[in-house]
């Protein structure tokens, strides 16, 4: 059983940084930044919460849906970022849209979290025969959890949300979802309550600098590398159990971290990066916002049409990896 994608929705706030903005509290300089990741700008959250960006981005989805709120079943959000430890943010959209049906939950696996949370949608889709609409939601505002004077980590990351709304459907689908949780180390922010000290002593802090608790801290090179290995390995993996191929694919759609990640990855396809949807260089890494940002904007420039092949494709935190393949 597949899925269709009826809709897609987005919020982007409007406040931008540019890379020449950084410079006023680090070392670094627009072309360091644009060689390096690609990256030439990102949206910052100023006054919007997290849930209010994937509030928005589900209301555009459901109004260009044009389903009724009751049939909602489900909403999932996959935000790493929420800004409360309870309730989910996925409840709180669920009473800013009206979606007064659905069961609600958060679902955390970070940079991989839209492909984990779309591919559980599936499931649920497939073993509850009551459902007819779930809405994914994926609401990251990373900014509040940077520290804007480490360089390696501040230039990164953008704030914003996007979502989609699918139904069941017999459409070509496939997946796979993967973890390294021994890289779990290499991509952290801790959670604000102290950890018991057993704990702090453990192997897990080896290679961070101190940090406040819930400041992002990573393994940049780690990471890069775990990266260049997971996102290939990811497609291949889901592809291998519908028995496709990289030429079969008419748009890859991948984490947006850095674009020489996504070029390395081209590469080994053997396909050109024209067959790449890149927002990276606009939004930056906007967590598990940055696959369906990527993919309602290659919908709305009419670049991605019905009936084509889509791969998304995600890697992050954790270490999570997972690749869907579907037909728009
Ligand atoms: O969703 C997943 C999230 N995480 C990631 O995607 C991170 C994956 N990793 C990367 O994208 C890359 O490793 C980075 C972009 C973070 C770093 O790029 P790199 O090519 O691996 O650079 P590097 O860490 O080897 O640093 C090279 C130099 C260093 O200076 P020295 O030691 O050679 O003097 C860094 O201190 O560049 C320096 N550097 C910077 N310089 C200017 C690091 N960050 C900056 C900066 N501006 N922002």
Redesign the pocket.
Known sequence: MGINILSTGCYVPEQRLKNDD?KKF????DE??RT??GIMERPMAGWEPCWYMGAKAAEQAVQRAGISRDDIGLIISCTITSDFLTPSMASVIQREINAPNAAAFDLNA??SGFVYALDTARRFLETDDSLKYVLVVANEALSRFLDFKD???S??FGDGAAAVIVERSDKLYSSHLASDGTGAKY?CARNLSPAPEIAVETDFNDGFPEKPPHQLV?D??E??KF?TKALPKSFELAAAKIGISSDDIDWFIP?Q??V??IETAAKKFGVSMDRFIITLDHFG?T?SASIPLALNEGIEKCLIKRGQKLALIG???GLTYGGIILEY
Do not use: E, M, P, Q
Request: net charge positive.
């Open positions: 950084f680090i070392d670094t300089s360091w930044i390096r990741t970070a940079c360089r390696t980590t230039i990164l991509l990573h940049g090179k990471v890069y990266a984490h971290a850095n020489r990640i890494n967590s890697f992050g935190a």
